[in-house]
């Protein structure tokens, strides 16, 4: 059994803020806790955009607070974000994230993070074996 609180997350290792500033990721759960997926709360800042390209990744999103969008780039397609919101990214697809307001985000990674992955130039997060 493992129980964990945020609160002994936050300021640890565990606790990854993007290089642009643009977001922070609570690492709950990690490749190393040996579930087969990762687990954060994540906080994307008000005002930011970032680029997200997981293709070595599938990620769930389920927004529990803040207002924001999210955009396709093959499509262009503009999908609203708010609380109670849920997107899967099933396809890899490459998108860009904005925040209107702070949006807290809890995110699930398969496979799971090993815990410093912060998004490279074209927003991917490296495989780990
Ligand atoms: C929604 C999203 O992917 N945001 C970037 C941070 C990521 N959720 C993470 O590493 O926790």
């Known amino acids: ?13 565990q606790d990854v803020r993007a290089e642009t500033g643009a977001w922070a990721s609570r690492r709950l759960l990690l ?8 687990f954060h709360d994540t906080t994307i800042f008000a005002g930011t955009e970032t680029l997200i390209w997981y293709k070595n990744h599938l990620e769930a999103v389920y927004c529990v607070g803040g207002e924001g969008e999210l955009e396709v780039i093959e499509t262009g397609e503009i999908f609203k974000i708010s609380d109670g919101t849920m997107y899967a990214l099933n396809n890899h697809e490459k998108h860009h ?6 949006m807290r ?16 130039k074209d927003g991917v997060y490296p495989i780990v074996d």
């Open 97 to 102: 994230l904005r925040a209107f307001s702070d």
């Open 105 to 120: 985000l809890i995110c699930v990674f398969n496979p799971p993070l090993t815990g410093k992955e912060v998004h490279d």
């Open 1 to 13: 059994m493992i129980v964990r609180t945020l609160d002994e997350i936050i300021g640890t290792e």
């Open 31 to 38: 490749k190393k806790d040996a579930m087969g997926f990762s």
